[in-house]
């Protein structure tokens, strides 16, 4: 038999057992008034085939008598239909049901199409075996039934099509909503790893400026003690602005300002380590001209200035620095040259790996060269802002005030 238990639609349970009773109706009714004539025994087994042969050739959905089912009832019940008129000698709508069941069951294609001209050429095979004069409006229950078949299957292709579209639906909002939670996850794990370079370079520079500004003041507080209090005021006063910055990298708050040119900005920072660590530093801005970066990019430019002049107190012992801002035709370039001890073998730490990605987030670069008892130079690089947005940056993008 059909395989009812699996269907999931209402639909074709209806229809199976709508079907057996069709049959069991029919069944009736040859027993009761065609029992007694000469070809009920001719018919009767051709009933049970019209009925047996398309319900139950198969009980799997993959099965042959399943995927075929329409063009078994066809066949079969197309074939009890002539056979039946033409022994009674009159007409009947036998037809008309298994029209319909073949029309629900029937699949999209070409195969749909051929199965509805089989129906509908049936009966008029039927009325022909009767005569011509047997001829009515019995002759489209085919045309008519396998047709609204049709429409029912289209009805519930159209509610699966539907169906897998909301599960599809379902599962892209699932994937969706992984997806949203592993960017917030790397946005996060970015975020994290910009707040950490810009607190190390923050925080090195200041402490490095402070903690020499304060072995000055330690030499101070015997020979010149107003000296050294003046030296420990100004260092108090470093350190209350760093605190201030420290809060505002954590809040993510950009330092906030009147716009400053870039070649202002690093030579106040530069001045300010000069003061603190006395040392010795030359700032050189080579073809002044306006320098047009973002806000980024000149925050980019600070903080690899102050973890250059960081790391030449700290690891390369120099007391002279030149620091040099260039432009040519597509790059800003800032030169760190420290006249300190230098390195036979530079290695990148937290400190350059930091200003690497930084200055590489925003289409630079970076190079570190030091020879032994040479120095080393720091040289970093970003693009020039193309000409049709600087007025636009004029108008709106905020400077950065190196605080």
């Known amino acids: 038999m059909l395989p009812i238990r699996h269907e999931t639609h209402w639909v074709y349970k209806t229809a199976q057992i709508t079907r057996i009773c069709w049959f069991v109706f029919h069944l009736l009714f040859l027993a009761i008034f065609l029992s007694s004539m000469p070809f009920f025994w001719l018919i009767l087994p051709l009933f049970f085939a019209a009925f047996l042969i398309p319900q139950w050739s198969g009980i799997k959905m993959e099965s042959f008598g399943v995927k075929h089912y329409p063009l078994l009832e066809l066949i079969f019940s197309g074939l009890f239909l002539i056979i039946g008129c033409y022994l ?13 069941c073949a029309g629900i069951y029937s699949k999209p294609g070409k195969g749909r ?15 022909l075996a009767v005569g011509l004069n047997h001829l009515g409006l019995g002759v489209i229950d085919g045309f008519f039934l396998f047709g609204i ?14 169906q897998m579209l909301l599960v599809e639906n379902t599962r892209q909002n699932q994937l969706l909503e992984e997806y949203a939670k592993q960017i917030e996850k790397v946005t996060l794990l970015e975020e994290r790893n910009r707040l950490a370079r810009d607190l190390h370079d923050t925080v090195g520079h200041t402490f490095t400026s402070v903690i020499m500004g304060l072995d000055a003041a330690s030499f101070l507080m015997k020979t010149s003690p107003e000296k050294a209090q ?6 108090t006063d470093v350190m209350r602005k760093s605190l201030g910055e420290v809060r505002s990298q954590i809040h993510q708050i950009s330092p906030s300002g009147e716009r400053e040119e870039l070649s202002f900005q690093l030579k106040k920072i530069a001045d300010e380590f000069a003061f ?58 800032l030169l760190i040259h420290d006249k300190g001890i230098g390195i036979r073998n530079v ?37 020039l ?15 950065v005030n190196s605080g």
Request: charged residues 20%; negative net charge.
């Open 88 to 100: 009674l000698g009159k007409y009947s709508s036998f037809l008309a049901y298994p029209a319909l």
């Open 149 to 162: 078949g049709i429409s029912v299957a289209k009805v519930i292709e159209a509610e699966k099509k539907t």
């Open 113 to 127: 199409w051929w199965l509805w001209a089989g129906f509908s050429l049936v009966p008029f095979l039927a009325v």
């Open 230 to 235: 003046q030296q420990v005021d100004v260092l």
């Open 276 to 333: 603190h660590t006395k040392t010795t530093i030359h700032f050189e801005f080579i073809d002044h001209q306006d320098i047009t970066i973002s806000s980024q990019a000149t925050l980019t430019f600070i903080r690899c200035l102050q973890e250059s002049l960081t790391n030449a107190i700290r690891h390369g012992h120099a007391n002279e620095i030149t620091i040099t801002l260039k432009v040519d035709s597509s790059h800003v370039i």
């Open 385 to 399: 802002l193309a000409s049709r947005f600087r007025e636009e940056l004029k108008h709106n993008d905020k400077s």
């Open 347 to 383: 290695s990148y730490g937290f400190g350059l790996n930091g200003m690497k990605e930084r200055l590489e987030s925003l289409q630079g670069g970076l190079s570190v060269e030091s020879k032994e008892n040479e120095g080393t130079v720091v040289t970093c690089f970003l693009p």
